[in-house]
């Protein structure tokens, strides 16, 4: 026997006889009730950091849980693999994306199994290999037939030095690409899209369903979908028989409309603009095309326009108004025009002092003047003045009754309007999926027909440097036959936005070897939806949105039957490191270098200065990083799993601490010690697993020692259950592990069957967190099976129940002191002994006593003359 706890002599031992065993395959065949256990995947860019560790850690103690609380679970991991990582990596070392990539998966996939991930592995997946991506094509496909993808010229976000098309997801509030970092130009491209915006409403109104995520997602999904309520209004145009149609959601403010503004973009700009100022105009649609829409209606910019010299009527007042042209107004959305409000907009209030615009109030607080000149805009809600017939009318209503009166006059119509635009899914990039058209001067854009898929990337590329996609350059690869009419055509060269390849694999995970379909529909609903998803906030919107929209398409194609996808979602905080750095030069200092001559104060040892000391989320730029490999050759897998664990509720920030991994370290050694030596002391036959039917029930005729180590064991049970199942509180459940091990080593006879019943339990809860550990002190402990298939330890009742409660003795309602009795003990007896005990008697003595409360298992209190 081991005496000593050495992690490498046991982690990998396990990890082969688990494999070999099988036993953490998904079973296709059995009735138990199903948990589907699912981690984001990650992008395979060669190394685990901590971030994945936290992740994989916790989904791990779920499924393991899951598995022992009697699920069939499902729990698998793959690679999503299509990026432009790989590229740039073939660029920069003249290295195959796919050879890269396939690299980087198995260091990734080894680094996993050190972890003791219980992974089904034979439903491994990777996005970018031919028997994935067929599927993801073949999907396209759906989408296309569906009347869900088509192309369209766009404005784009061009990222000059990937070369390549961002989503406007992908740009940040600078402006910038997310992943170069470049600033981001518009350029027009014809490109593919899907049509989400078909399923806004109901991807908004089914977050409501979902009581199992965070609301601060459902909010941020809520906020992208962006649902407004308003109306379009039409103003005619002087002198044209042109209508500028509107987007408003304040119809009620359509009296106060001093102006109107189109977009650059709008079609009628040209022709609403006067000769003299045609010049201007010109030039200015031309500096404001190349701003990016993020630069446009950023909103410590001030807002510029011009005066087309155009006036529009407003069809409620027939006043004649100015037509402007203004950056702000965007295209895209809405009818790419407003009408503008100053006197209740803020943006309008600040365009028209600007520009000299006239502000005009129809919306008055209740009781306030209309005469007063404003000095901001009034957004609230109020009462209609200068509105004509709809004075005095409250504003809200107002909004109905005018949207109706344009109704009813033909200027105007109710409309809810969606920020959602559609998804722009072509990337002029090689490591990505082949979109499944061929295009021919005559047919247009063909599908390639399901039984020719995949459309292979070709191998064969040259990666010069960055510039074009090199698909764009095959022409053998390019050039083929329409799969309609025959004659000659082109295949499509870009290729999908990697985001679709992460919309389906949680449904690919289901029948993962399916050689003849994506998925079969009854091995998809054995197992959708996804009991647990867990990964990063990051993906709150884009992948989240995008796995709902797909799951509600293919449910509308009956591939599936499901609505959501991820029936609970748990976001992990971030890991973050203690961080250096130096506020003189900007510069972020290693740990291993910092000067810590002066402990209370570190130093730069370059410069001498005094460093900054914080937390912040491990980074390689910051030198903050803690490398995974280290922690796990120093403690091995189970203290790593542990300390992730023990150290931070899972969706809060956590701080790494030597210290605190050290104190994991140190707890695990105290369990081996515990449990080995109980072994070694040859009472493996009490660890039976009859010992703890034998006890249960059997309390009463316990030694008080043995009765309050068995209530310290069962309250441990009850307690990490309930941690385990509320809100997957592991920190408190290992601190309760921590309570039971001393509980044990604190325990006056260590050869009882209460105390081996504690430490079979003991080992039992602890499987989940560390699975090593676990298993090898259960082998010891004289079982055969393994741990991880044993039954999650139920907590006896009885066992819970003190024997002795304490009483409070109350004179007057001021307590005088306390006393023990016992637990069963009725009001009566209470009194009884409350009367009896010194304290009672001492401040009785010699009174009368006028009444006697008794409030049982808690207190009696004595009403005393
Ligand atoms: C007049 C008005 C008066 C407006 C007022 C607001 C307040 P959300 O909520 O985001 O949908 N708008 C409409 N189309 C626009 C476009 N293409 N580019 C920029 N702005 C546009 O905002 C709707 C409001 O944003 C609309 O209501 C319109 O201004 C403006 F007191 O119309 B409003
Ligand atoms: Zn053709």
Redo the contacts with the bound molecule.
């Keep these: 026997m081991e005496s000593r706890y050495n992690p490498s002599a046991i982690e990998e031992k396990w990890q082969q006889t688990w494999a070999d065993q099988g036993l953490d395959k998904a079973p296709e065949s059995s009735d138990k009730p199903k948990f589907y256990a699912l981690s984001m995947f990650p992008y395979p860019s060669g190394n685990l950091h901590m971030g994945h560790v936290r992740n994989y850690t916790i989904t791990d103690v779920i499924a393991r849980l899951k598995r022992m609380q009697g699920h069939r679970v499902l729990h698998p991991m793959g690679w999503d693999a299509f990026g432009l990582p790989a590229e740039n990596a073939a660029i920069d070392r003249g290295i195959h994306p796919a050879t890269w990539t396939y690299q980087n998966i198995d260091q990734m996939r080894q680094q996993l199994q050190q972890l003791g991930l219980s992974y089904d592995w034979d439903r491994e997946v990777a996005t970018c290999s031919p028997d994935y991506y067929r599927w993801t094509q073949w999907i396209f496909l759906q989408f296309f037939q569906a009347g869900l993808a088509y192309q369209k010229e766009s404005a784009v976000n061009w990222d000059p030095i990937d070369q390549t098309v961002l989503a406007n997801e992908q740009v940040d509030n600078e402006g910038r690409s997310w992943r170069s970092g470049a600033k981001v130009e518009r350029k027009l491209l014809r490109q593919w899209f899907f049509k989400i915006t078909d399923y806004a409403e109901q991807l908004l109104a089914d977050l409501d369903t979902l009581d199992g995520w965070p609301d601060r997602v459902k909010t941020m999904q809520a906020n992208w979908i962006?649902k407004?309520t308003?109306a379009t209004l039409e103003f005619p145009i002087v002198g044209l028989d042109e209508k500028i149609a509107?987007?408003?959601?304040?119809?009620d403010?359509?009296y106060?409309?001093t102006y109107v503004v189109l977009?650059p973009e709008h079609p009628l700009t040209a022709q609403v603009t006067t000769p003299d100022r045609a010049a201007a105009v010109e030039a200015f649609v031309k500096e404001i095309s190349s701003e990016s829409e993020i630069e446009r209606?950023a909103e410590d910019k001030p807002k510029r326009g011009i005066s087309t010299g155009g006036k529009a009527i407003n069809p409620f007042t027939g006043e004649e108004i100015p037509i402007w042209i203004a950056d702000?107004?965007?295209?895209?959305?809405?009818?790419?025009?407003?009408?503008?409000?100053p006197?209740?907009?803020v943006?309008?209030f600040q365009f028209a002092q600007r520009n000299q615009l006239p502000i005009k109030t129809v919306?008055i607080p209740a009781g306030g003047d209309a005469s007063q000149p404003l000095t901001a805009?009034y957004?609230e809600a109020g009462v209609l003045v200068n509105s004509g017939t709809f004075d005095g009318t409250p504003s809200t209503e107002g909004k109905t009754q005018i949207v109706a009166y344009a109704e009813e006059q033909g200027f105007g119509k109710a409309r809810i309007?969606y920020?959602l635009r559609d998804w722009l899914i072509s990337r002029q990039r090689y490591w990505g999926v082949p979109i499944p058209v061929v295009h021919c001067p005559s047919c247009g854009a063909v599908p390639v027909p399901e039984d020719q898929l995949p459309v292979r990337l070709p191998e064969n590329v040259e990666f010069s440097g960055r510039g074009p996609s090199p698909l764009a350059k095959l022409t053998d690869w390019i050039n083929v036959p329409c799969p309609s009419c025959g004659e000659p055509a082109q295949r499509e060269t870009d290729t999908m936005d990697t985001f679709i390849d992460s919309s389906w694999y949680f449904l690919r995970y289901t029948d993962a070897r399916n050689e003849n379909q994506p998925f079969a529909k009854d091995k998809v609903n054995r197992w959708m939806g996804v009991d647990q998803y867990v990964g990063g906030i990051e993906h709150a919107i884009l992948h989240l949105l995008y796995s709902r929209f797909f799951t509600k398409v293919l449910r509308d194609r009956g591939l599936v039957d499901v609505d959501e996808p991820f029936k609970r979602l748990l976001t992990q905080g971030m890991v973050q490191a203690m961080t250096y750095k130096n506020p003189t030069t900007g510069k972020y200092i290693p740990a291993a270098e910092v000067d810590f001559s002066d402990p209370q104060a570190p130093k730069d040892p370059a410069t001498g200065d005094r460093l900054e000391v914080f937390y912040e989320k491990m980074s390689k730029s910051k030198y903050n990083g803690v490398d995974p490999k280290e922690v796990l050759a120093k403690y091995g897998a189970d203290t790593a799993r542990m300390f992730i664990l023990f150290k931070a509720p899972p969706e809060k920030d956590l701080e790494w601490d030597d210290a605190d991994v050290e104190g994991q370290f140190r707890f695990l050694n105290r369990v081996w010690r515990l449990v080995s030596e109980f072994a070694a002391a040859n009472q493996t036959q009490l660890a039976a697993a009859a010992i703890a039917a034998q006890l249960q029930g059997q309390n009463d005729s316990l030694t008080k020692a043995d009765k309050d180590l068995r209530r310290a064991i069962h309250t441990a049970i009850q307690a990490v259950t309930e941690d385990l199942e509320g809100d997957y509180q592991f920190n408190t459940a290992v601190s309760e592990m921590m309570k039971l091990s001393n509980a044990l080593s604190d325990a006056p006879a260590k050869d009882t069957p209460v105390y081996a019943e504690g430490i079979r339990a003991l080992v039992l809860l602890l499987a989940p967190f560390a699975p090593h550990i676990a298993e090898e002190l259960w082998h010891l402990l004289g079982n055969q099976v393994s741990v991880h298939e044993q039954a999650w330890p139920q907590y006896d009742p009885a066992a819970l129940v003190a024997d002795e409660i304490t009483l409070v003795i109350q004179i007057l309602g001021k307590t005088r002191g306390t006393i023990q009795v016992p637990a069963q003990a009725d009001k009566a007896a209470l009194e009884q002994y409350a009367r009896n005990s010194e304290v009672a008697q001492r401040y009785i003595e010699g009174k009368e006593i006028k009444k006697v409360i008794v409030v049982p298992g808690k207190l009696v209190n004595f009403v005393v003359s």
Excluded: K, W
């Design positions: 962006g407004s308003g509107v987007f408003t959601t304040r119809p403010t359509v106060g409309v977009a209606t702000y107004v965007l295209y895209e959305y809405g009818t790419g025009a407003v009408m503008g409000v006197a209740h907009d943006r309008d919306v805009a957004t309007q920020r």
